[in-house]
């Protein structure tokens, strides 16, 4: 089992930033893909943001460039970057990472970009 904790939500206005951290709770998470998804109210889940072991990452179009996932191995944590913010990237934003077959989700953290 793999134990993530999201943090860093919050509210902010328009064209701030905030950075969203997630802890693992197992030296392992270092070796595995890690992604940020956000869900925001009646929409589905979707893609923000993911980063391999090695380091290569993927964004969706919506945030690329604005937002920048990155990952500090010795202390098992990922971090989401996020700058530009809009009110449409309002939303609760999940950490995600798979272990063999099972995928693990933080509990969310909510973000919200508002004036």
């Known amino acids: 089992q793999v134990q993530l904790v999201e943090s860093g939500g919050g509210l902010v206005q328009p064209g701030g930033f905030l950075r969203l951290s997630c802890a693992a709770s197992r030296s392992i998470f270092s070796s595995l893909t890690t992604a940020w998804y956000r869900q925001a109210p009646g929409k589905q889940r979707e893609l923000v943001a993911r980063i391999t072991s090695e380091g290569s990452t993927t964004y969706p179009d919506s945030v690329k460039g604005r937002f920048t996932i990155s990952r500090d191995n010795a202390k098992n944590t990922v971090f989401l970057q996020m700058n530009s913010l809009k009110p449409e990237d309002t939303a609760v934003y999940y950490c995600?990472?798979?272990?063999?077959?099972?995928?693990?989700w933080g509990q969310g953290t909510q973000v919200t970009v508002s004036s």
């Open positions: 995600n990472t798979r272990l063999g077959p099972y995928d693990y």
